[in-house]
């Protein structure tokens, strides 16, 4: 079972139109994109996929969709964590019967949650829901932080079969990895600078926001490393760091979406209010997509005109 999640997983974002509504037409094309720059699975409905701000029936149109695009040709994803228990298990029953491969379950959010808590919540769910469990670790979004002790206790049950850390702290990460399997247990990095250090440290991968922007440069990092040819492994690492340094200008999300267009993937606007960017940031993502198109990294290309927030 734990093989089914190593390498490199796309963070998908969400399609919509100019109108906010979703475009499963793009989001089709969006999957068979990604399956065609060789990435190892896509991931629906994550913090890119603005899971947080669509109902849970568009959820369930969203993965349906996805489900039918991959057609059985990489593993789907699905984020189905919410911040209460029985709520999460719903869900995630919901997306086992579409075709889901792997549950993504964010830890709960808003609410201040002991360890025993969390360990309790992920527990239950492994019961309730016969499908792997990539747990999803983002205290910054959350307020919580899966502690590696927790991690390893949970890591104990068959189902659950990995962990996205997209904490930012490569010691958390870290101690996920040497406190845990790697024979039953995947440890993915969520943050895209991280993603070749964790494979160096003995982790699996990683899930990017970034192959929605240059998805065959990130698939690059995975291959190089699994070829022993760490040097362009660390510059293909290397290579992102431009379009990471404009993720500052506003919501990461947003970023990751106006880069995407700018790179030729009508993939539309995030929804309000999570969709603001000031002229000058626009600009600064284009220039910096144009300049690593320029140097090489990988991805259709084609201009867009910048959009003023609404």
């Known amino acids: 079972m734990a093989k089914l999640v190593k390498g490199i997983i796309a963070a998908m974002v969400t399609s919509m139109n100019d109108d906010e509504s979703l475009n499963f037409e793009e989001i089709k094309n969006q999957v068979n994109r990604q399956i065609a720059a060789g990435v190892d699975g ?30 059985g040709r990489v593993p789907v994803y699905a984020g189905t964590g919410m911040p209460g228990t029985a709520d999460t298990i719903r869900l995630s029953k919901k997306a086992k019967e579409l075709g889901v491969d792997v549950l993504s379950v ?46 390893a206790k949970l890591s104990k049950i068959p189902n659950i079969v990995g962990v996205k850390d997209s904490g930012g702290n490569f010691d958390n990460m870290k101690q996920y990895i040497e406190l845990t399997d790697p024979e039953t247990f995947s440890v993915l990095s969520g943050n895209d600078a991280l993603i070749l250090w964790n494979l160096l440290a003995g982790g699996a991968g990683g899930i990017t926001a970034v192959a929605n922007i240059y998805p065959e440069t ?66 600064k993502i284009k220039e910096t997509v144009e300049a690593d198109h320029a140097r090489g990294l990988k991805e259709s290309y084609e201009s867009v005109q910048c959009q003023s927030p609404r």
């Open 42 to 71: 896509v991931f629906c409905l994550g913090t890119n996929g603005e899971a947080y701000i669509q109902s849970e029936d568009e959820k369930l149109r969203v993965i349906e969709t996805v489900v039918k695009a991959a057609d």
């Open 106 to 151: 964010i830890s709960p959010y808003f609410a201040a949650i002991s360890q025993d808590e969390l360990y309790n919540h992920y527990a239950e769910l492994a019961g309730a829901v016969d499908l792997p469990i990539v747990m999803y670790n983002m205290p910054a979004r959350t307020g919580n932080n899966l502690n590696p002790d927790t991690v």
């Open 218 to 283: 990130m698939v690059s990092i995975y291959q190089y490393f699994l070829k022993g040819d760490l040097e362009n492994a660390k510059k293909a690492q290397d290579s992102i760091r431009p379009i990471r340094n404009c993720f500052k200008f506003g919501n990461p999300n947003t970023v990751t979406k106006t880069a995407a267009r700018i790179a030729g993937n009508p993939v539309g606007p995030c929804r309000r209010p999570f969709c603001y960017l000031s002229d000058a940031a626009i600009a």
